[in-house]
């Protein structure tokens, strides 16, 4: 299929005079044809290898890589494609711009090279560069442009020759931060206009949050959870996850019983609480639940009780601007929680709050460990 | 503030501006007054006769000629050389990369004077040792090599500026970001279009630097052109200046001064050209992000073979020449090693040599230069450097210029300057003479070392020693030079080794009562007792070797100074 790439049972292993590394572990991914996928993970999880081998500027010690129809790399096949036979694009973290050429000749270069004919060049770069919002700087020396104009550039150099797949190493990070949110929104909308099919590489969860269709966590090598975005943050069953991807506080719990198919009712340190949870946990587990720090609200002293409510004294207290970040105590437990920072608060006082189920997760005890 | 700062300091800069002139310029300007004068004891009677006869002289063409063919020979053998050797050792798989750093502390070990007596030995068409082995192998009846050509020339020239151009071409290949050469593949370019179009380009300006670096350098070289381009009647410009003060009846240093002063010239222009090209292509270092591992480019099959070529090369540049020198120093004269060889050892080589008092005279005379000499040079060095760096005014930015300005100077040419200069002080004809000479030559060596050890010293650590109440220069003293002196003695070894191996000043300065080794190892050349060259030469590298020693013992102590 077109743009779908697909790595089967991938291992890669570095072999330094000290120690060997394991970078990627027996990893098999298959990414949605014109989507984009995020590879995410804390530094050294292997999301990085993962994608330069895909490029083909890594080779792996075993396992198969194809892009679109076609296996590109497999040690079984004894097939290996060097990087300028995949049709691929890709985005540097430095950005890579040529420093000796012009923006036209960066961005033509990949057409030169498919000797496509003179005037299609001039008029593929020049459409290129006004999408990417860059019309009229083809003669500029692409080093005497800004750090968003460079990465710009590289944009449209990896679309120009309309690969297959496009691949990005981590191409924000070397923005400042206020340039780097405006680029994200911007990528974003060039990707799902163009319905591309990318792969993206980055540490930063809030990127990976906003950018992609798909998010794959990576740790260790392998990758421990996929879904979608919402799947990842609000319904995540794996501990490493659920902390990676934002705060969050993690109360131990044992199940009572069940209310309804996918909500479980649990004993902690709040109270009893209805939580969401995997289907299939017997009454009396011991489970581990997590709530977000923005999950909580603050319940005025007078409404009437309901579901999911507990009381607790504020034992710390920051003013952050958009919120008090307040340490709860509740039940010998404390609890970190994000509250609307125009309520007057202070130090000690007792505060009533509320969770919403969906907003309360228990993990799944197998996947724990 | 900063007014305050510069005005308290001013003594300082205008006595270094001064000092630091008189070394660079004032040979400079008497090289130009000496050659309108009418002769070195009528200086000041105007004459342009001194420029009809230099150039009119029917000699020069073919000297211009010889120099074009030298230096540009030279430049492109060493260039590729140092690119290849730079490209293997930062890039590429190949094995054994320790041997990659003895490479730039080569010079430092033997001396051109050495490096070319030994080759000579080796393939001068006569009795060269290689060539008597070859002939006796195959049954030649001359050759087959010659070193007295300009293709013997080019190859020790070569060979010696081999270091120096990997040194300047390494550090282009360190900072090279990798990822500029993937982003080409990755857009569809094969490995050697990539080497064509992004590789090559980007590292041009870094091999013009380097190019034009060796051009300066054999424009200036001695060692080799006089060594072995005057016994084959190859004349350079440094050897027909050479020949116009030292052959004939009555040295004309008029003539000399009028030719020198296009090589001096061309020298400079050189230099702002390499400087320019350095700054362009440092320019080219866009490396930004925290760096993936670079990748290392697998030779595959050509490993063996281009490192096969490594080796051949390094037994070229040291081992060859510094067994030949050991091996001829036990010897009555050239034989190819055997049996009758063997038999034939002695030391009569080492007590001929330390019987003459002359070369006592010489031995002495090195060493107090090199002690001595690097002590006052690095001691000036600092100081310069320290306004360089820490005082920000228009002074400063003079001292700067001038103390970079003699890195372009040929020592053949600035020695006539300084001849021209000392005539007429007490110096002339001195030790001193020559130490200054050696000094104002070499600041450059000392300053550069130095100006980056200051800049590594943060600004801070200074002000909180005067905020805490110290003078100056006790800050100078408590705060700067423990943080200072390994730079210091490094700087220091590097002085003093090229004081030892100093050629092409004191060719021209030294006279008796002030020999110096390299000369007396070329007159000795000169006269074809290679036993008692190579013999000379070992005492010379052990002199410098010990040297080296010694420095490296001070530097522990230098650097706590509060104990």
Same mark, same amino acid.
């Given at each position: 299929?077109?743009?779908?790439?697909?790595?089967?049972?991938?291992?890669?292993?570095?072999?330094?005079?000290?120690?060997?590394?394991?970078?990627?572990?027996?990893?098999?991914?298959?990414?949605?044809?014109?989507?984009?996928?995020?590879?995410?993970?804390?530094?050294?999880?292997?999301?990085?290898?993962?994608?330069?081998?895909?490029?083909?500027?890594?080779?792996?010690?075993?396992?198969?890589?194809?892009?679109?129809?076609?296996?590109?790399?497999?040690?079984?096949?004894?097939?290996?494609?060097?990087?300028?036979?995949?049709?691929?694009?890709?985005?540097?973290?430095?950005?890579?711009?040529?420093?000796?050429?012009?923006?036209?000749?960066?961005?033509?270069?990949?057409?030169?090279?498919?000797?496509?004919?003179?005037?299609?060049?001039?008029?593929?770069?020049?459409?290129?560069?006004?999408?990417?919002?860059?019309?009229? %700087?083809?003669?500029?020396?692409?080093?005497?442009?800004?750090?968003?104009?460079?990465?710009?550039?590289?944009?449209?150099?990896?679309?120009?020759?309309?690969? +297959?797949?496009?691949?990005?190493?981590?191409?924000?990070?070397?923005?400042?931060?206020?340039?780097?949110?405006?680029?994200?929104?911007?990528?974003?909308?060039?990707?799902?206009?163009?319905?591309?099919?990318?792969?993206?590489?980055?540490?930063?969860?809030?990127?990976?949050?906003?950018?992609?269709?798909?998010?794959?966590?990576?740790?260790?090598?392998?990758?421990?959870?996929?879904?979608?975005?919402?799947?990842?943050?609000?319904?995540?069953?794996?501990?490493?996850?659920?902390?990676?991807?934002?705060?969050?506080?993690?109360?131990?719990?044992?199940?009572?019983?069940?209310?309804?198919?996918?909500?479980?009712?649990?004993?902690?340190?709040?109270?009893?609480?209805?939580?969401?949870?995997?289907?299939?946990?017997?009454?009396?587990?011991?489970?581990?639940?997590?709530?977000?720090?923005?999950?909580?609200?603050?319940?005025?002293?007078?409404?009437?009780?309901?579901?999911?409510?507990?009381?607790?004294?504020?034992?710390?207290?920051?003013?952050?601007?958009?919120?008090?970040?307040?340490?709860?105590?509740?039940?010998?437990?404390?609890?970190?929680?994000?509250?609307?920072?125009?309520?007057?608060?202070?130090?000690?006082?007792?505060?009533?709050?509320?969770?919403?189920?969906?907003?309360?997760?228990?993990?799944?005890?197998?996947?724990?460990? | 503030?900063?007014?305050?700062?510069?005005?308290?300091?001013?003594?300082?800069?205008?006595?270094?501006?001064?000092?630091?002139?008189?070394?660079?310029?004032?040979?400079?300007?008497?090289?130009?007054?000496?050659?309108?004068?009418?002769?070195?004891?009528?200086?000041?009677?105007?004459?342009?006769?001194?420029?009809?006869?230099?150039?009119?002289?029917?000699?020069?063409?073919?000297?211009?000629?010889?120099?074009?063919?030298?230096?540009?020979?030279?430049?492109?053998?060493?260039?590729?050389?140092?690119?290849?050797?730079?490209?293997?050792?930062?890039?590429?798989?190949?094995?054994? +990369?320790?041997?990659?750093?003895?490479?730039?502390?080569?010079?430092?070990?033997?001396?051109?004077?050495?490096?070319?007596?030994?080759?000579?030995?080796?393939?001068?068409?006569?009795?060269?040792?290689?060539?008597? %082995?070859?002939?006796?192998?195959?049954? %030649?009846?001359?050759?087959?090599?010659?070193?007295?050509?300009?293709?013997?020339?080019?190859?020790?020239?070569?060979?010696?500026?081999?270091?120096?151009?990997?040194?300047?071409?390494?550090?282009?290949?360190?900072? @090279?970001?990798?990822?500029?050469?993937?982003?080409?593949?990755?857009?569809?370019?094969?490995?050697?279009?990539?080497?064509?179009?992004?590789?090559?380009?980007?590292?041009?300006?870094?091999?013009?630097?380097?190019?034009?670096?060796?051009?300066?350098?054999?424009?200036?070289?001695?060692?080799?052109?006089?060594?072995?381009?005057?016994?084959?009647?190859?004349?350079?410009?440094?050897?027909?200046?050479?020949?116009?003060?030292?052959?004939?009846?009555?040295?004309?240093?008029?003539?000399?001064?009028?030719?020198?002063?296009?090589?001096?010239?061309?020298?400079?222009?050189?230099?702002?050209?390499?400087?320019?090209?350095?700054?362009?292509?440092?320019?080219?270092?866009?490396?930004?992000?925290?760096?993936?591992?670079?990748?290392?480019?697998?030779?595959?099959?050509?490993?063996?073979?281009?490192?096969?070529?490594?080796?051949?090369?390094?037994?070229?540049?040291?081992?060859?020449?510094?067994?030949?020198?050991?091996?001829?120093?036990?010897?009555?004269?050239?034989?190819?090693?055997?049996?009758?060889?063997?038999?034939?050892?002695?030391?009569?080589?080492?007590?001929?040599?330390?019987?003459?008092?002359?070369?006592?005279?010489?031995?002495?005379?090195?060493?107090?230069?090199?002690?001595?000499?690097?002590?006052?040079?690095?001691?000036?060095?600092? %100081?310069?450097?320290?306004?360089?760096?820490?005082?920000?005014?228009?002074?400063?930015?003079?001292?700067?210029?001038?103390? @970079?300005?003699? @890195?372009?100077?040929?020592?053949?040419?600035?020695?006539?300057?300084?001849?021209?200069?000392?005539?007429?002080?007490?110096?002339?004809?001195?030790?001193?003479?020559?130490?200054?000479?050696?000094?104002?030559?070499?600041?450059?060596?000392?300053?550069?070392?130095?100006?980056?050890?200051?800049?590594?010293?943060?600004?801070?650590?200074?002000?909180?020693?005067?905020?805490?109440?110290?003078?100056?220069?006790?800050?100078?003293?408590?705060?700067?030079?423990?943080?200072?002196?390994?730079?210091?003695?490094?700087?220091?070894?590097?002085?003093?080794?090229?004081?030892?191996?100093?050629?092409?000043?004191?060719?021209?300065?030294?006279?008796?009562?002030?020999?110096?080794?390299?000369?007396?190892?070329?007159?000795?050349?000169?006269?074809?007792?290679?036993?008692?060259?190579?013999?000379?030469?070992?005492?010379?590298?052990?002199?410098?070797?010990?040297?080296?020693?010694?420095?490296?013992?001070?530097?522990?102590?230098?650097?706590?100074?509060?104990?």
């Amino acid at each position: 299929m077109q743009g779908m790439v697909s790595v089967k049972n991938l291992v890669k292993t570095f072999v330094s005079r000290e120690e060997t590394v394991t970078a990627l572990n027996s990893v098999t991914l298959s990414t949605p044809p014109n989507r984009i996928l995020t590879l995410l993970g804390p530094s050294g999880c292997g999301k990085t290898t993962l994608l330069r081998c895909i490029a083909g500027l890594e080779s792996p010690d075993s396992g198969e890589i194809s892009i679109g129809d076609q296996v590109v790399w497999s040690k079984a096949k004894g097939i290996s494609l060097p990087p300028e036979r995949r049709g691929i694009g890709m985005v540097f973290q430095s950005y890579a711009i040529w420093p000796h050429m012009t923006v036209f000749g960066n961005v033509a270069y990949p057409l030169e090279i498919r000797r496509t004919p003179k005037h299609e060049i001039e008029e593929r770069v020049k459409k290129i560069l006004d999408l990417v919002q860059l019309g009229g %700087f083809e003669n500029r020396l692409a080093t005497k442009l800004s750090g968003g104009q460079q990465q710009r550039v590289a944009l449209a150099r990896a679309l120009v020759a309309e690969p +297959k797949v496009i691949l990005f190493d981590e191409p924000l990070s070397n923005l400042d931060a206020k340039l780097r949110e405006s680029t994200r929104q911007e990528l974003r909308d060039f990707l799902t206009q163009l319905a591309i099919s990318a792969i993206y590489v980055t540490h930063d969860q809030v990127e990976a949050l906003t950018i992609s269709d798909d998010i794959a966590v990576m740790r260790g090598g392998s990758i421990v959870e996929r879904g979608t975005p919402q799947d990842i943050y609000l319904r995540s069953n794996n501990p490493f996850v659920v902390d990676f991807i934002g705060r969050a506080n993690f109360l131990s719990a044992t199940v009572k019983g069940y209310g309804g198919e996918n909500h479980a009712i649990v004993s902690c340190a709040l109270g009893d609480i209805v939580c969401s949870a995997p289907s299939g946990l017997g009454v009396g587990t011991e489970v581990t639940i997590y709530t977000r720090p923005e999950s909580f609200e603050m319940v005025p002293a007078s409404s009437p009780r309901m579901e999911n409510e507990f009381e607790g004294t504020v034992t710390s207290l920051l003013f952050a601007g958009e919120a008090h970040e307040a340490e709860i105590s509740v039940g010998g437990a404390r609890v970190l929680a994000k509250l609307k920072s125009h309520i007057p608060l202070k130090k000690g006082d007792k505060v009533r709050l509320h969770i919403d189920r969906e907003w309360c997760r228990a993990l799944n005890p197998a996947e724990e460990a | 503030m900063l007014n305050h700062r510069s005005s308290r300091r001013f003594p300082l800069v205008a006595f270094l501006i001064i000092i630091v002139s008189a070394l660079t310029i004032g040979p400079v300007v008497m090289l130009v007054i000496g050659s309108f004068s009418e002769g070195i004891g009528a200086i000041g009677k105007f004459t342009t006769g001194k420029y009809v006869a230099a150039y009119t002289d029917p000699s020069l063409p073919k000297t211009l000629l010889n120099t074009i063919v030298f230096t540009l020979g030279t430049a492109c053998f060493s260039t590729a050389l140092g690119g290849l050797l730079a490209y293997l050792s930062v890039r590429t798989d190949i094995p054994f +990369k320790g041997l990659f750093r003895v490479l730039p502390i080569v010079p430092m070990m033997i001396p051109h004077v050495l490096f070319a007596a030994a080759w000579i030995a080796l393939i001068n068409p006569t009795n060269g040792m290689l060539n008597l %082995f070859l002939r006796n192998l195959f049954g %030649f009846s001359r050759g087959p090599f010659n070193i007295y050509s300009l293709a013997g020339m080019i190859f020790l020239e070569g060979m010696l500026d081999l270091p120096v151009t990997y040194l300047v071409i390494s550090p282009a290949m360190y900072s @090279f970001d990798t990822t500029l050469e993937e982003a080409s593949r990755v857009s569809g370019a094969s490995n050697l279009y990539t080497l064509r179009r992004i590789t090559l380009p980007i590292l041009k300006p870094a091999f013009l630097a380097t190019f034009t670096l060796a051009i300066i350098r054999s424009l200036a070289a001695f060692a080799v052109p006089s060594m072995v381009g005057m016994p084959g009647r190859i004349h350079v410009l440094t050897t027909h200046v050479y020949r116009i003060i030292s052959v004939g009846w009555s040295p004309d240093y008029g003539r000399a001064a009028a030719i020198g002063l296009i090589v001096l010239a061309a020298s400079i222009i050189l230099v702002y050209l390499y400087r320019h090209l350095i700054a362009e292509s440092s320019q080219y270092v866009t490396v930004t992000g925290k760096g993936y591992r670079p990748i290392v480019v697998e030779l595959g099959r050509a490993r063996r073979p281009l490192f096969i070529l490594c080796v051949v090369l390094f037994c070229f540049l040291v081992v060859i020449p510094l067994a030949t020198l050991v091996y001829m120093s036990f010897l009555p004269y050239s034989m190819v090693p055997s049996a009758r060889a063997v038999s034939m050892m002695s030391l009569r080589n080492w007590r001929t040599v330390l019987a003459n008092s002359v070369i006592i005279r010489a031995l002495k005379n090195s060493t107090f230069l090199a002690v001595i000499g690097a002590t006052l040079g690095i001691l000036l060095s600092i %100081f310069v450097a320290y306004v360089i760096v820490k005082v920000k005014s228009r002074g400063s930015a003079l001292i700067e210029s001038l103390s @970079f300005l003699s @890195f372009s100077f040929p020592g053949m040419i600035i020695g006539v300057g300084f001849m021209w200069f000392l005539v007429r002080t007490p110096l002339y004809a001195t030790i001193w003479g020559l130490l200054v000479a050696y000094v104002g030559t070499y600041l450059p060596y000392g300053v550069r070392p130095l100006r980056s050890a200051f800049m590594q010293i943060d600004e801070e650590l200074e002000e909180s020693a005067r905020v805490f109440g110290a003078s100056f220069l006790r800050a100078l003293k408590d705060i700067v030079v423990p943080l200072l002196a390994p730079g210091v003695v490094s700087a220091w070894i590097l002085m003093a080794c090229m004081f030892i191996r100093e050629l092409s000043v004191s060719v021209v300065l030294s006279r008796p009562g002030t020999e110096v080794l390299t000369v007396e190892i070329m007159k000795l050349a000169n006269d074809g007792l290679w036993g008692q060259v190579a013999a000379l030469g070992i005492i010379m590298i052990g002199l410098s070797t010990a040297l080296v020693l010694v420095a490296n013992m001070l530097r522990v102590p230098l650097s706590h100074v509060d104990q």
